[in-house]
């Protein structure tokens, strides 16, 4: 077969957004898991990582692009899709080639929802899985009904002092921990965000020492980033039953979460809340790329 053609794109450029949207959506809808995180997504909008089209090889340099599959990618991470129609045409493979081929060793890429094609690949190109996220979820019907009441963020106000106390808090973390204020008012500009859905805890002096943020999109609600300065008190388990009560308000039917699985003190704190395990995220690292079969590399 002919290797696609990779091309680098902005989706700054309307043409460009609407093919990746419409990209992203079907392959949401065939997998029920989205294609890249949110991160990811951001990091695309803004440009410090790249977005790269993979089109089908046309006989004509004029010919119009034919989007089969998209990867964003920088020196350090990689997620990558292929439209659910062209599967199995090998042009994942290709593509995936083509990015180790001029990768270092370490490079990470995330298989959302566990994908069989993703762990294939993992295999062909020397792979190893080193983290595991849960996505766990609930009825929301099945939360508990009283939960203490939290005052909400105030953007443009609360900004500087989130980003600062969910560093401290995810300071282990390698995406959750490394937010920017930028990266935050880029999620408070999505259709997404309400700032009612964005519970905060504070002390007698009013800073801030928690914080239970909610993503609510119809009937599902998904706790976004669950935080506290102090674990142990029982803030985050508060936070959480208050946050269900908000969702519960806001009309969800579904409350549903992402984990590490060797968060231990966390996934146990969620199942005590009713949560059970829906899906399951693993991401691998590159060992040796120079140990890939190099007859794979697209010429």
Not at 72 to 79: F, G, K, S
Not at 117 to 125: N, P, Q
Not at 261 to 267: F, G, I, K, L, S
Request: net charge negative.
């Amino acid at each position: 077969m002919r290797p696609p053609v990779l091309r680098r794109r902005s989706l700054q450029v309307p043409a460009h957004h609407a093919a990746f949207t419409r990209l992203v959506r079907m392959a949401t809808t065939v997998d029920g898991q989205a294609p890249f995180n949110d991160q990811a997504l951001v990091d695309a909008e803004n440009g410090t990582r790249r977005l790269v089209f993979i089109l089908e090889p046309q006989e004509s340099p004029s010919a119009a692009e034919h989007l089969v599959g998209a990867a964003i990618v920088n020196d350090d991470e990689l997620e990558l899709v292929i439209d659910p129609e062209w599967r199995g045409s090998g042009f994942g493979r290709e593509a995936a080639a083509e990015f180790v081929a001029s990768a270092s060793p370490g490079l990470k890429a995330w298989s959302h929802g566990n994908h069989p094609a993703a762990a294939a690949l993992a295999r062909r190109f020397n792979f190893s899985p080193v983290r595991t996220l849960l996505q766990l979820r609930m009825p929301v019907a099945a939360a508990a009904t009283a939960a203490p009441v939290f005052d909400t963020f105030r953007p443009g106000i609360d900004d500087e002092e989130w980003v600062s106390l969910n560093a401290r808090v995810f300071a282990s973390h390698p995406e959750q921990g490394s937010i920017t204020v930028d990266d935050l008012r880029h999620r408070q500009a999505d259709e997404w965000f309400d700032a009612g859905d964005f519970l905060v805890a504070r002390d007698d002096d009013g800073r801030m020492i928690g914080y239970n943020w909610l993503k609510i999109e119809g009937e599902l609600g998904e706790v976004y980033v669950v935080g506290v300065d102090a674990p142990g008190r029982g803030l985050g388990r508060s936070l959480m039953q208050a946050g269900l009560e908000r969702m519960r308000d806001r009309g969800c039917t579904t409350a549903a979460l992402y984990v590490e699985a060797d968060n231990v003190p966390a996934v146990k704190l969620y199942r005590s809340l009713g949560f059970t395990d829906h899906t399951i995220d693993v991401q691998y690292e590159l060992a040796h790329p120079h140990q890939n079969d190099s007859s794979q590399q697209p010429s």
